[in-house]
């Protein structure tokens, strides 16, 4: 069995194509339009001839991240957490801007967020399914606000 299996990223597939065609078990061929995780035995077929490249090949086991020193992740975090003020700051800005800043603080909150994630993913939360994430998210889950979220969220990446 394969390492990899196909996971088709359905905003991009156009529908009834050569995946159903090269596909040895017929795991491209579901109702559901996702790739039948259970059949795929991760031959790479659909991916290699997807013309829309709407296919892509992902690991079973997400790997762990490369691992960085406390100080640099503390860091990290630190120019995160200024961010989030920022994206905050911006937000209550934008409740009382004029149509002439509209453009400009929706585009400083846009490139604000785009840094953000840069920085989380710095930090080692590489992959929303990875170990760090996911304890992450346990944790958060013992509070009592955010708990239906982040279970659902949990949820999803089993
Ligand atoms: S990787 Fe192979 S078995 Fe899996 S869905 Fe694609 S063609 Fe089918
Ligand atoms: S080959 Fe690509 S575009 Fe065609 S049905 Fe399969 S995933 Fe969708």
Redesign the pocket.
């Known amino acids: 069995m ?1 390492e ?3 996971y088709r990223n359905l905003k991009l597939c156009s529908k009834d194509c050569l ?1 159903l065609f ?7 061929n579901n109702e559901t339009g996702q ?2 995780f259970s ?9 290699m001839s997807c013309p829309s490249r709407a ?1 892509t ?1 992902l690991p079973n086991a997400m790997p762990d991240p490369q691992i960085k020193s406390k100080e640099m992740v503390d860091k990290l975090f630190e120019i995160s957490k200024n961010k989030i003020n920022e994206i905050e700051i911006l937000k209550y800005l934008l409740a009382k801007s004029n149509s002439n800043e509209l453009r400009l603080i929706k585009a400083l909150i846009y490139s604000n967020k785009i840094i953000l994630e840069d920085l989380m993913r710095e930090s080692d939360f590489m992959l929303p399914q990875g170990k760090k994430s996911l304890l992450l998210l346990s944790k958060i889950s013992n509070n009592n606000d955010l708990k239906e979220i982040t279970d659902k969220l949990l949820k999803s990446f089993k």
């Open positions: 394969s990899f299996h196909a995946c090269v596909c040895p078990t017929g795991a491209t790739i039948d059949k795929c035995i991760g031959c790479g077929a659909c991916a296919i090949m």
